[in-house]
């Protein structure tokens, strides 16, 4: 009884350790870690929560899904009234936003809305980012209505494209459970992120960078432990922690290390393992090799709280948003010194 005693306060503060751990990097605590030469700014607060971060000229734009809200990271409000706006691409001579099961296009000046696709299903994720291919097609990511179960509509669980002027769309990849963002890089071509199932322990399956195949299955329901890649389906070209969820992806930017085949994606953590995993901003440089693209990952920035979507500014740097704070802009730069 005496022995119980003493080690009850030691099991009550491994418990809070334990506890604590798990909610830090969703409550704003945390001390982000950067490569050596980089700094960090935090340049806007209070945007509730950020899912895309778009450069209209110098002027940074922010999707807010929780408000459903396009705001200007002054907090300007552009357009209100929107269902979890996820993504936004801007054309020559519109607006294309992504909302939960639906793809609108407005004018420049955020009016006139146009309906180009409408009731897509939601349920564990919906739709997320669009982006334009060099093509003038959009790209739309469509989620998984679950987390492994056969959909009743074949437009979740994939990668569609969009006509931007008449809606017209159909399905280019399937298996792709839940891909929140992509990007164009020349000489490769497009690639995106998708985050695996939550059912099959704490080691599988990998998150996943894609190259795009138009016609391809990416392997959602029919992969396992034993049999990661199936035949007939796409293996990834780089690999991350199983359920740490990578997300959003961007293009090198001019004051950032790499070449013009890197690309940076957020890792936004989980909560399907016992410890949190995630929180950081990964640096991938692909090279081609016998067997195709193949990208090496390495961390670039730890302990960054909830980041979401990422993106080049015009001025050559690194920013991203948090869910933290209450939804957060950081700025990533070379130290003045360094």
């Given at each position: 009884?005496?022995?119980?005693?003493?080690?009850?306060?030691?099991?009550?503060?491994?418990?809070?350790?334990?506890?604590?751990?798990?909610?830090?990097?969703?409550?704003?605590?945390?001390?982000?870690?950067?490569?050596?030469?980089?700094?960090?700014?935090?340049?806007?607060?209070?945007?509730?929560?950020?899912?895309?971060?778009?450069?209209?000229?110098?002027?940074?734009?922010?999707?807010?899904?929780?408000?459903?809200?396009?705001?200007?990271?002054?907090?300007?409000?552009?357009?209100?009234?929107?269902?979890?706006?996820?993504?936004?691409?801007?054309?020559?001579?519109?607006?294309?936003?992504?909302?939960?099961?639906?793809?609108?296009?407005?004018?420049?000046?955020?009016?006139?809305?146009?309906?180009?696709?409408?009731?897509?299903?939601?349920?564990?994720?919906?739709?997320?980012?669009?982006?334009?291919?060099?093509?003038?097609?959009l790209i739309w990511h469509s989620g998984s209505t679950c987390n492994h179960c056969d959909e009743?509509?074949?437009?979740?669980?994939?990668?569609?494209?969009?006509?931007?002027?008449?809606?017209?769309?159909?399905?280019?990849?399937?298996?792709?459970?839940?891909?929140?963002?992509?990007?164009?890089?020349?000489?490769?071509?497009?690639?995106?992120?998708?985050?695996?199932?939550?059912?099959?322990?704490?080691?599988?399956?990998?998150?996943?960078?894609?190259?795009?195949?138009?016609?391809?299955?990416?392997?959602?329901?029919?992969?396992?432990?034993?049999?990661p890649n199936p035949v007939g389906t796409e293996a990834p070209v780089a690999t991350w922690t199983?359920?740490?969820?990578?997300?959003?992806?961007?293009?090198?930017?001019?004051?950032?290390?790499?070449d013009e085949h890197t690309v940076y994606a957020t890792v936004y953590g989980s909560w399907a393992?016992?410890?949190?995993?995630?929180?950081?901003?990964?640096?991938?440089?692909?090279?081609?090799?016998?067997?195709?693209?193949?990208?090496?990952?390495?961390?670039?920035?730890?302990?960054?709280?909830?980041?979401?979507?990422?993106?080049?500014?015009?001025?050559?740097?690194?920013?991203?948003?948090?869910?933290?704070?209450?939804?957060?802009?950081?700025?990533?730069?070379?130290?003045?010194?360094?």
């Amino acid at each position: 009884m005496k022995l119980r005693r003493e080690l009850l306060p030691i099991v009550l503060v491994l418990i809070f350790l334990i506890v604590a751990r798990e909610i830090f990097p969703y409550a704003g605590v945390m001390n982000a870690k950067l490569q050596d030469g980089y700094e960090q700014e935090t340049i806007a607060t209070g945007l509730g929560g950020p899912t895309c971060l778009v450069f209209d000229g110098d002027l940074l734009l922010v999707c807010d899904r929780d408000d459903g809200r396009i705001v200007t990271i002054d907090g300007e409000v552009l357009l209100s009234g929107l269902i979890h706006p996820h993504g936004m691409v801007l054309l020559d001579d519109g607006v294309v936003i992504s909302e939960e099961g639906k793809l609108t296009r407005y004018d420049s000046n955020f009016s006139n809305p146009v309906v180009l696709v409408d009731g897509i299903p939601s349920g564990n994720h919906q739709t997320n980012a669009v982006n334009l291919l060099p093509n003038g097609t959009l790209i739309w990511h469509s989620g998984s209505t679950c987390n492994h179960c056969d959909e009743d509509d074949s437009r979740n669980a994939a990668l569609l494209w969009v006509n931007a002027t008449t809606g017209e769309h159909g399905i280019l990849a399937t298996g792709v459970r839940n891909s929140f963002d992509g990007i164009w890089v020349d000489d490769i071509g497009y690639l995106f992120s998708d985050n695996g199932q939550d059912a099959e322990g704490d080691d599988f399956p990998d998150e996943e960078i894609n190259l795009l195949v138009e016609g391809a299955d990416y392997g959602w329901l029919v992969e396992s432990v034993d049999d990661p890649n199936p035949v007939g389906t796409e293996a990834p070209v780089a690999t991350w922690t199983p359920h740490t969820s990578v997300n959003g992806m961007t293009t090198r930017p001019a004051n950032m290390p790499g070449d013009e085949h890197t690309v940076y994606a957020t890792v936004y953590g989980s909560w399907a393992t016992l410890l949190p995993k995630g929180h950081q901003i990964l640096k991938i440089d692909f090279e081609l090799t016998d067997n195709g693209w193949v990208g090496d990952v390495e961390i670039f920035a730890e302990d960054v709280g909830t980041p979401l979507p990422i993106t080049g500014g015009p001025d050559g740097n690194l920013y991203y948003a948090t869910f933290d704070h209450g939804g957060a802009v950081h700025v990533i730069s070379p130290q003045a010194n360094s």
